[in-house]
């Protein structure tokens, strides 16, 4: 079954790592169709993506939500990767009519359990649906940061970002952008668009991005995951609580088994998005 559209979000909360960017101009929609992991023509009012931007070899650069409103694309990233991103769009702008602000201090981003009316432009999260609603907003703000999104995003299952991402090493379909609806794969060229098709259409996903609980206390990002021999089978990324996302070599894996991570146990288990024809 489908997962149901009930937000796990309780209240609003600010997303103190998250900034904006902005890009207006005639080409800024053939601009990001040219580089970006989705299909740009899929927005619409109140309707966002979720995309990628790629090394040529397609491995994993940025992550990002896209909405627009009035004549202006908002681009959703990690704040402390703003200028990298910003910067690369840049170098391939070339001579297009595309002008790329940065609005880091213009606006912010809240997470919520519905649509809120105050923003400049609320819309659902595209990933999932129980991840409810994202909104741009002008500061000042009054909702305050809290652990409580983290929370729903790692009892669903989803990496944020360079958090679980390794920079231009991991593969997207590692970590789950196919179904997490953040790639197209009928859309045409984009950078990195002939390695991510060959690694769906013709080869075998060997490693994932998969939530797991922790039994003890939590490991730093980059922990070695070891089964009972005591060989190397993934390593741990983000976490908080009981609750983590580790990268995983399938064939050695196995979800509800537990397996070491320093002095902890992390047992890997398989998420309502997960494809039913296993990798």
Not at 62 to 78: A, R
Not at 223 to 248: C, H, P, V
Request: glycine fraction near 6%; aromatic fraction near 8%.
């Amino acid at each position: 079954m489908p997962p149901q559209k009930i937000s796990l979000l309780n209240k609003p909360a600010l997303l103190e790592n998250r900034a904006i960017l902005a890009l207006s101009g005639s080409d800024r929609k053939n601009f990001l169709q040219g580089l970006i992991t989705n299909d740009i023509n899929a927005i619409s009012d109140n309707s966002a993506i979720y995309a990628a931007l790629l090394t040529p070899q397609g491995k994993y650069l940025h992550d990002f939500f896209i909405i627009e409103k009035d004549d202006t694309i908002f681009l959703d990233c990690e704040r402390g990767r703003m200028a990298d991103i910003h910067r690369r769009l840049m170098m391939y702008r070339l001579r297009a009519d595309v002008n790329i602000m940065d609005c880091s201090e213009k606006y912010a981003v809240l997470a919520s359990p519905e649509l809120l009316s105050e923003g400049l432009i609320s819309y659902p999260d595209p990933r999932h649906p129980n991840m409810g609603f994202r909104t741009i907003i002008v500061p000042p703000v009054s909702y305050q940061t809290d652990d409580h999104y983290d929370e729903c995003r790692l009892s669903l299952g989803l990496p944020d970002g360079a958090r679980d991402f390794d920079v231009d090493k991991t593969l997207i379909l590692e970590g789950n952008m196919e179904e997490l609806n953040g790639v197209d794969f009928t859309k045409g060229c984009y950078v990195g668009q002939e390695v991510t098709a060959r690694m769906k259409h013709r080869a075998i996903l060997k490693k994932r991005l998969l939530p797991i609980t922790v039994d003890g206390s939590l490991p730093t990002r980059g922990t070695e995951i070891m089964d009972n021999d005591g060989k190397k089978i993934g390593d741990i990324r983000s976490g908080l609580g009981n609750k983590a996302i580790g990268y995983f070599r399938l064939a050695k894996m196995t979800f509800n088994q537990s397996y070491h991570c320093s002095d902890a146990t992390v047992t890997p288990w398989q998420p309502d998005w997960y494809p039913k024809t296993n990798d």
